[in-house]
């Protein structure tokens, strides 16, 4: 009971230090400077211009039916830090509204506030949370079209709201400076969920298959697996070495292939998506 006591406030912690920063970056960076970045954060700040209600408060409000979704489709369990989210970022944001703007130089609010969105949104779903709005949103259509993927429907619904800021902001330039933002955020985001997982997926066909492996598994501490071939012109059996290393530590794992058969058949192609331990979880993914 202690342990999970300490997980819980660890994550609640975790989650109102990236509420604080998504407050700043909305109202210090996004909002003053006419900045619709997609989501329900970019609908709130279109109808505080035309409702003239605190940004924050929109936001609480629009997430109401979201939260009444999300308890429908998934329960409390997955909701209630998800409420938490959604109430620290509704509160955060009216609080730092009070301040000054820190810039009211578009471009400059665009990528900082995109910095400060990513990381915080990053946070959260590392908390098993989500800030709510979109999200859930697409969640539950993807339950429903399990065929679409998740990007394409984030991409849809952004693209939907900040073309609307066209409309409401009277200002084509709002929604270029908005594109920019939602890029920013999206790959803080990655960076902050999955860090700099990009990796390489190599094959390693040699006759010295047996002295390759012994090295890699304990020089590199990476995983091994091997495959049977069988050469097609001379119709000889092989073990093919194939593993995923980090970019970082790939060029380490063609020197000891160099080293041990200078003559091994190679192919490295780049993996992008990886999941198992030392990179993504299968249960990460939260939408």
């Not at 039916?65 to 409420?83: D, M, Y």
């Not at 697409?138 to 952004?158: A, N």
Request: include cysteine; glycine fraction near 10%.
């Amino acid at each position: 009971m202690n342990t999970i006591g300490r997980f819980d406030i660890k994550k609640y912690v975790a989650i109102t230090f990236a509420c604080v920063l998504y407050g700043v970056g909305i109202s210090l960076f996004v909002d003053p400077n006419d900045l619709a970045p997609g989501g329900f954060t970019g609908l709130s700040v279109m109808l505080n211009r035309l409702i003239s209600v605190e940004t924050g408060t929109v936001y609480l409000l629009l997430n109401i039916p979201v939260i009444f979704l999300g308890v429908w489709k998934f329960g409390w369990r997955f909701t209630v830090s998800t409420l938490y989210a959604i109430v620290m970022v509704s509160v955060f944001t009216n609080l730092f509204a009070m301040l000054r703007p820190i810039t009211l130089e578009p471009l400059l609010g665009a990528v900082f506030g995109g910095i400060l969105n990513g990381a915080s949104l990053g946070l959260v779903l590392r908390s098993s949370a989500t800030t709510g709005g979109t999200d859930i949103i697409v969640k539950c259509l993807r339950q429903r079209f399990p065929h679409l993927k998740t990007g394409s429907l984030m991409l849809m619904l952004d693209a939907f709201i900040i073309g609307m800021s066209g409309f409401v902001f009277g200002n084509l330039d709002s929604v270029l400076y908005s594109i920019v933002s939602v890029i920013a955020t999206s790959m803080v985001m990655d960076m902050v969920l999955y860090g700099r997982d990009g990796a390489k997926l190599i094959y390693i066909i040699s006759d010295k298959a047996e002295a390759i492996t012994p090295r890699i598994l304990k020089d590199l501490d990476v995983g091994v697996t091997y495959l049977e071939g069988s050469g097609a012109y001379k119709n000889v059996e092989k073990k093919v070495i194939m593993c995923v290393v980090k970019k970082q530590v790939a060029h380490k794992l063609e020197e000891i292939v160099k080293q041990e058969d200078s003559s091994a058949f190679m192919i490295v192609s780049s993996a992008s998506e990886i999941y198992g331990e030392g990179y993504k979880s299968y249960f990460g993914e939260l939408i």
